[in-house]
């Protein structure tokens, strides 16, 4: 599942149980993540969708992870990626393995939206 694509659909699914809400899609749609995050956090926390918020920030957080990333080589000229963590000055490659935990974990945020969606 698309990061992007789920984004929106985080945004659709606040939008449907929020009738009384300044925000519209176009305003969010434009916003970063974590502005989106903090404004639509609340309603998914009071449907009891502590989940979908936790993964959200997480996903948020890793794909930030990918985006800053740079690129280094191996010992033995092979290309990797790396990012750097800002808060902790963490640094640590971004491998096969992050990469397909976090398309994975993609897929299971799209799951929680469309559950709560059913509600």
């Given at each position: 599942?698309?990061?992007?694509?789920?984004v929106?659909?985080?945004?659709?699914?606040?939008?449907?149980?929020?009738?009384?809400?300044e925000?519209?899609?176009?305003?969010?749609?434009?916003?970063?993540?974590?502005?989106?995050f903090g404004?639509?956090?609340?309603?998914?926390?009071?449907?009891?969708?502590?989940?979908?918020?936790?993964?959200?920030?997480?996903?948020?957080?890793?794909?930030?992870?990918?985006?800053?990333?740079?690129?280094?080589?191996?010992?033995?000229?092979?290309?990797?990626?790396?990012?750097?963590?800002r808060?902790?000055?963490?640094?640590?490659?971004?491998?096969?393995?992050?990469?397909?935990?976090?398309?994975?974990?993609?897929?299971?945020?799209?799951?929680?939206?469309h559950?709560f969606?059913?509600?």
């Amino acid at each position: 599942m698309n990061p992007t694509y789920n984004v929106q659909f985080l945004i659709e699914n606040f939008l449907s149980n929020e009738s009384n809400t300044e925000e519209n899609g176009w305003t969010l749609m434009g916003s970063e993540a974590g502005s989106i995050f903090g404004k639509t956090k609340e309603t998914f926390v009071r449907k009891n969708h502590q989940d979908i918020v936790d993964l959200f920030n997480d996903l948020k957080n890793r794909r930030n992870r990918i985006i800053h990333s740079f690129q280094f080589a191996h010992k033995d000229s092979s290309q990797g990626i790396a990012t750097l963590v800002r808060k902790t000055h963490e640094q640590f490659e971004i491998d096969e393995t992050f990469l397909l935990t976090f398309i994975k974990d993609n897929e299971k945020f799209s799951d929680l939206l469309h559950e709560f969606r059913g509600h």
